[in-house]
């Protein structure tokens, strides 16, 4: 018999009911091979099953998957990678981890982030940077660098993250892997630590665009704890096209500076295999999108540093300073429980949000951010997707970037417009690129976006693109989660 | 685009206290950050509607049922401090 642990979710999944696959015998395996996870992917892992949330009935009965450590999960730690709170036991579950149960799967463990999301190498959380499993001198990327080395890195065989300007589509780009960031809207986020509530948004984190939908599926859906969900109607199912006709694809003229040579190529490559899919290629404009990173580092630490106003000490996680009088231990406490790029986010979006600034930053970003909604919906009347590379690099060596803030937030160039717009977008992993400066071949990403609540086309044309590329095929003799290369 | 002054008015809204080396490296990095983001306070953006959320939706109404709420034992769990069944704080007066 094969590898179990090569198994995608849908195969293991299918195993499992088929009852040619024992549950339990491979929940244990994932948990031996989550326990001896060598990347810092994990801050928790499940100890052995105990009987409760233990049923196999469901679209994922049996699947093992982990968790981004910003889902509160009852009686599980939950630190959302911050110091101050260390600790933590929530009194009770995510609804995105109660739906993956509701469907038979089990939470494998919970992985580490940048600290409350904020970051896109992973180099932000108080509990140390997660390691590229393709290259352990680099980052994962970020936020959700932990679910995606475990998934890469074959530590789970899917994992759950959040994506506010791209935390789940940058790390899977440079993993190698699967991410989707689906609409605003599309799944609850009760029970999601929030960064940036008007952005934030769950997804799966996969090995292919076929476990995506599964994952998705599962999860999306109106929560009455989260009004602003509102779930996909017409509801996801596992995608089947196999070519691309009648479909086009708008490529925007944006500034290519910082673009990585290798990057460039592959992303090329992309656009040949899609016409060779029968699919169109046209170009497009999206005039407002190179303002993206400027708005979206605005909006995001000005929500942030509403959100984080919570974080003082009185009513759970980390105090400090408690014998001084109420603001000594307000300022202890978030003074040390904070890490340095969090407290730069909040110094940034309590001065965009201060008196005489408002309008200036906070105002104009919020008009800003409907002239990139209404550039998509232009486009979209056009097109039916716009494609651009994921990530403007491959992954970067450890370090590379911790100095100057605005080079890391410059990563996110090619995933906030979405992110902003509130549409639906995937990576997935094209081909590999030589670093531009040397060294061994890493994975790029191919981002997809679509019209809002437009996932299932999304997913059966990224279906189709990925059956063409065969990159889990190509690569096997590389890929860190294949049997050979593990561990 | 921001001064040391500023810095410190700005953490003190934040409740957050900074080091001496924190106020300096925060002096250039927010410069450095606002400066790129100034790009978007010399647009011309009069009559633009600004977006404040992407999902156009009306209020939520629910039916009004009472439904257990988190007992209080659980709520005070984590409570670095907890006395009588509630939060206990120190006085926003300095003794």
Not at chain 1, 333 to 342: K, L, M, Q, S
Not at chain 1, 458 to 473: D, Q, S, V
Not at chain 2, 36 to 51: K, S
Request: charged share 20%; hydrophobic share 40%; glycine share 10%.
């Amino acid at each position: 018999m094969a590898d179990p642990l090569e198994l995608t979710v849908a195969e293991a999944a299918a195993e499992i009911a088929a009852t040619e696959l024992s549950a339990a015998e491979y929940f244990a395996a994932w948990r031996r091979a989550a326990a001896g996870d060598e990347l810092n992917a994990y801050l928790w892992t499940a100890p052995e099953p105990n009987g409760e949330h233990e049923h196999l009935e469901g679209s994922l009965g049996g699947v093992p998957i982990a968790v981004k450590d910003i889902f509160v999960t009852r009686g599980v730690p939950t630190t959302a990678g911050s110091r101050i709170l260390e600790g933590y036991l929530p009194p009770y579950t995510a609804t995105a981890v109660r739906r993956l149960r509701e469907a038979g799967g089990r939470v494998l463990g919970k992985t580490n982030m940048d600290e409350f999301a904020m970051g896109s190498s992973n180099e932000n959380s108080a509990y140390g940077p997660v390691l590229n499993p393709w290259d352990r001198g680099r980052v994962p990327g970020g936020s959700s660098g932990g679910s995606a080395a475990a998934v890469a890195g074959g530590l789970a065989p899917a994992a759950l993250g959040t994506d506010t300007g791209g935390s789940i589509r940058q790390p899977a780009s440079l993993c190698g892997i699967v991410g989707l960031k689906p609409t605003y809207g599309a799944i609850s986020r009760y029970g999601m630590i929030a960064f940036a509530s008007s952005l934030d948004q769950c997804g799966p984190l996969t090995r292919d665009v076929t476990d995506a939908a599964l994952v998705l599926a599962a999860l999306q859906g109106r929560d009455a704890c989260d009004s602003t969900s509102v779930g996909i109607e017409a509801g996801v199912v596992a995608p089947s096209r196999e070519d691309l006709s009648g479909l086009r694809f708008g490529v925007p003229q944006l500034a290519e500076e910082g673009v990585e040579a290798g990057v460039r190529e592959v992303f090329e490559a992309t656009l040949k295999r899609i016409e060779g899919l029968g699919g169109e290629i046209a170009e497009i404009e999206l005039p407002n999108s190179e303002l993206g990173i400027s708005a979206y580092y605005v909006l995001a630490p000005a929500e942030a540093s509403s959100n984080l106003a919570r974080y003082d000490g009185v009513r759970y996680g980390v105090r400090r300073g408690g014998d001084g009088d109420l603001l000594e231990m307000y300022e202890s406490t978030r003074a040390e429980g904070f890490g340095a790029e969090v407290k730069r986010r909040i110094m940034l979006g309590t001065y965009a949000l201060s008196s005489g600034y408002y309008e200036a930053y906070y105002g104009q970003a919020q008009k800003v951010r409907t002239r990139i909604a209404e550039d998509f919906d232009n486009a979209f009347a056009a097109v039916d997707f716009v494609v651009t590379p994921t990530s403007p690099s491959v992954a970067f060596e450890l370090g590379a970037k911790t100095a100057d803030p605005l080079a890391m937030y410059l990563n996110d160039f090619f995933t906030v417009p979405m992110s902003l717009a509130g549409i639906p977008a995937i990576s997935i992993p094209a081909g590999l690129a030589v670093p531009d400066g040397g060294g061994a071949e890493l994975p790029v990403g191919f981002q997809i976006a679509a019209p809002a609540f437009a996932e299932q086309k999304l997913l059966e044309a990224a279906f189709a693109l990925e059956t063409a590329i065969g990159f889990n095929r190509e690569h096997a003799a590389s890929i860190p989660w294949k049997g050979a290369n593990r561990g | 685009m921001i001064d040391r002054d500023q810095v410190l008015h700005v953490a003190r809204l934040a409740r957050l206290r900074l080091a001496e080396e924190e106020v300096e490296t925060m002096v250039g990095e927010l410069s450095g950050i606002l400066e790129h983001v100034d790009r978007i306070g010399q647009l011309d953006l009069d009559g633009v509607e600004p977006t404040s959320h992407v999902v156009a939706l009306e209020n939520v109404w629910r039916e009004d049922e009472p439904t257990p709420s988190l007992p209080r034992e659980a709520a005070l769990a984590n409570a670095p401090d907890p006395q009588d069944g509630a939060f206990r704080a120190p006085s926003p007066q300095a003794e």
